[in-house]
């Protein structure tokens, strides 16, 4: 089973980042499960969310502890939160960042997805840029899978929107050496 | 077909499959997204239904209880603070024998204040006459609602189906949604026989003298008993149906469990992966799934149990004062039993405490040692309990 942690600050969309992975997870008929951190969200405020993906059915209804990916929406949380918490060794962080940023044990990849979003949808919500970058990262999903996910989330004017937002934060990741 | 969704949407569609005619809801975290997606189905047509608008859930369940009464089917989604509200409306929508079907997702009560998930909500009501089925996924939701419409309306008894706030209500995950054409082969249209009828006056929500009163609540007991018959053969038709069969309890790897776990709800799905851990290990360890706990399936549990040396009870709410009230009816089914395991209660999960793997270890290792010594030290125990921060005295 793979483990990934969402962080992102209310109003950013980690939520839905979660939910959109694992239905991309769900349409290459693996096994999924999206649940947001059950606590109080509200907009500004740090935001976590989980998803699980397996070959075999998900049964476990825990919280996440060691995830094997994390995505980080917001290029200031590193500061606050410590978002390398439990990470299982040789995991991957994927960060919102305009360079490399290091972390001990665990490998990093990044993009300017505050850039990619306000230049793809005018505003700063980075989920749907953070999960090509996630795909670009890992390999976890298909472009494609991600791509059919939004079309079937967002109404069409958005989704033409992210999808070019995940298309070119796919283009512009990098992962850190 | 297969789709990907949440507790609450899950929720919401089968009462839309189910083609509701009243709606009656209050909105309150973490079910709010139920009723929201009904008032949108309604609004842009979807649903051919009444959706009333009302100022709190004692009146959301009144305005059901009254739409009940003309004989229409009627559904209503509350929590918590707004379960524990409609409990006057409950007992009278038993009493008067109201088919109405509430989804409850389980949440903690004040104080202290607490959006996260128990269930003490809905085992608080557990006297009410209501038949209460708990589901451990989306796809629980989504059959057991359909199911209680029917089981409803045979049995002339409330249905409230519960599952656990945001553990399911709002996680995403994949559910074979059945087909229009087919839910309405399971369930025909309804016809309740004592409707309100102008032409045809009745009484309904008569005085009960003294010299009925007792006879009424002993009719109300045999229906509720009773309905463990037709809760068994709904979940065998819908089974027949859909391929996916339904019971009061259910079993997993427990033919020759010595320590078995006991819950209901979401829980179930950590505690199937602890077993087949243990059995991988070569413990013998199995699991016992209460899905009704009104009525109580006594006679299947003791059944399901006798041959176990220990029983570990995980419920997520507690009766202050006693013990865990699923624990409390356990133990009252083994009464005048002839062989009986060792029974052991394990209160966790209160208030949205994550119950961890770890927890559910810590439970099965202290009752294998009580089925290797034969005693029991401490018959409740509270997992996950931060001992520092115990002791403190109003």
Redesign the interface.
């Known amino acids: 089973m793979i483990e990934i942690r969402f962080h992102g600050r209310g109003g950013q969309g980690a939520v839905t980042a979660a939910r959109l992975l694992a239905e991309a997870a769900f349409l290459e008929g693996k096994h999924a499960q999206a649940f947001p951190f059950f606590g109080a969200e509200r907009r500004g405020a740090p935001v976590l969310a989980f998803t699980r993906i397996d070959d075999k059915q998900i049964r476990t209804r825990t919280q996440v502890y060691e995830p094997d990916y994390v995505v980080v929406l917001d290029p200031l949380l590193p500061e606050a939160v410590d978002v390398a918490s439990g990470i299982k060794q040789g995991g991957t962080i994927v960060l919102n960042s305009k360079k490399a940023v290091q972390f001990p044990h665990a490998k990093t990849a990044f993009v300017d997805a505050s850039s990619v979003a306000r230049e793809t949808l005018g505003v700063p919500i980075t989920n749907t840029a953070m999960l090509g970058a996630l795909a670009k990262a890992t390999g976890l999903v298909k472009l494609e899978s991600l791509t059919e996910t939004i079309k079937r989330y967002f109404s069409s004017k958005l989704s033409e929107k992210n999808v070019t937002a995940i298309k070119v934060a796919y283009e512009r990741t990098r992962v850190a050496t | 077909m297969?789709k990907?969704i949440t507790g609450n949407e899950a929720a919401a569609i089968s009462a839309k499959l189910a083609r509701v005619k009243v709606i009656s809801a209050y909105p309150i975290t973490p079910q709010t997204a139920i009723v929201e997606k009904l008032s949108e189905f309604v609004a842009n047509g979807e649903l051919d239904a009444e959706y009333m608008k009302v100022e709190s859930e004692h009146s959301a369940l009144s305005a059901c209880v009254g739409a009940a009464a003309t004989g229409v089917r009627t559904f209503t989604a509350t929590s918590s603070q707004g379960l524990i509200l409609m409990s006057e409306i409950m007992f009278v929508a038993s009493g008067l024998r109201l088919p109405i079907v509430m989804t409850n997702a389980n949440r903690s009560l004040s104080a202290p204040l607490s959006?996260?998930?128990d269930q003490q909500d809905s085992v608080t009501v557990r006297d009410s006459g209501w038949i209460q089925l708990y589901c451990e996924?989306n796809q629980e939701i989504i059959d057991s609602t359909i199911q209680a419409f029917r089981i409803a309306e045979e049995t002339l008894l409330p249905v409230m189906v519960c599952f656990?706030g945001?553990?399911l209500s709002?996680?995403?995950?994949?559910v074979d949604v059945p087909k229009q054409d087919e839910v309405d082969k399971f369930l025909p249209p309804y016809k309740y026989p004592y409707s309100l009828d102008p032409e045809h006056p009745v009484t309904i929500g008569a005085v009960g003298v003294p010299e009925y009163y007792e006879e009424f609540r002993y009719m109300l007991q045999e229906s509720v008993l009773e309905s463990r018959d037709k809760i068994l053969e709904v979940g065998r038709l819908f089974g027949k149906q859909f391929g996916r069969e339904y019971g009061l309890i259910e079993c997993y790897r427990n033919d020759d469990a010595e320590v078995v776990f006991v819950t209901m709800g979401?829980?179930?799905?950590?505690i199937?992966?602890i077993v087949d851990e243990y059995r991988d290990q070569g413990e013998r360890v199995g699991f016992v799934k209460v899905r009704a706990f009104r009525p109580f399936p006594a006679k299947e549990l003791v059944e399901a149990l006798a041959h176990a040396k220990a029983v570990a009870v995980l419920e997520k709410d507690i009766s202050l004062g006693a013990t865990g009230a699923l624990f409390l009816d356990l133990s009252g089914a083994f009464t005048n039993a002839k062989r009986a395991p060792l029974l052991l209660n394990f209160i966790c999960g209160l208030g949205?405490r994550?119950?961890?793997?770890t927890q559910i270890r810590e439970a099965a290792k202290t009752a294998m040692n009580a089925a290797k010594t034969g005693e029991v030290k401490e018959v409740v125990q509270w997992l996950g309990l931060r001992e520092t921060l115990v002791g403190l005295k109003p």
């Open positions: 297969k990907f959006i996260w998930c996924n656990d945001y553990i709002h996680t995403a995950e994949p979401s829980l179930s799905g950590s199937r992966d949205g994550d119950v961890t793997e």
